[in-house]
């Protein structure tokens, strides 16, 4: 039922703004703008679903729940710079959009980083063993 109402939005927010956009174009923007939030926020929801999930897995596992946190965290800045860069897009500024992503890539590494720094020192460690 939650896909139909974000595809009914989307439809809706499309046409919308393209019968605006010949005529009023700034009130086509704000449409744009207005049903891309309502969209973002029916997703909200059905995130916070998700990580319910990514806590019972890491419960079941014995996956620490930092690790947990942060492949969260990555997983949401992924989507929320690719919705970003696509509403942005959508209004002709394709250069900024690329910058925005790009942005995200460096800001997804520089949180991934500590992951990587505990992967290093495990394979370190295994080393030493050896």
Same mark, same amino acid.
């Given at each position: 039922?939650?896909?139909? /109402?974000? *595809? ?12 605006? /956009? ?23 929801? *059905? ?7 990514? /806590? ?17 965290? #990555? ?44 992967? *290093? ?8 063993? #050896?």
């Amino acid at each position: 039922m939650e896909l139909v /109402r974000i *595809l009914g939005v989307g439809l809706v927010t499309a046409v919308a703004a393209i019968l605006l /956009r010949g005529t009023k174009a700034e009130l086509s923007f704000a449409v744009t703008i207005a049903g891309s939030v309502v969209i973002l926020l029916f997703s909200i929801d *059905l995130l916070s679903q998700t990580f319910d999930i990514f /806590r019972q897995i890491g419960e079941k596992t014995g996956i620490d729940s930092s690790l947990i946190k942060l492949m969260v965290k #990555v997983i949401a800045i992924g989507y929320l710079v690719e919705f970003a860069a696509g509403v942005v897009e959508d209004f002709g500024a394709k250069s900024v959009a690329d910058k925005l992503i790009f942005a995200g890539k460096v800001i997804i590494f520089s949180v991934s980083l500590p992951v990587l720094q505990t992967l *290093l020192s495990l394979i370190g460690s295994f080393l030493e063993l #050896v």
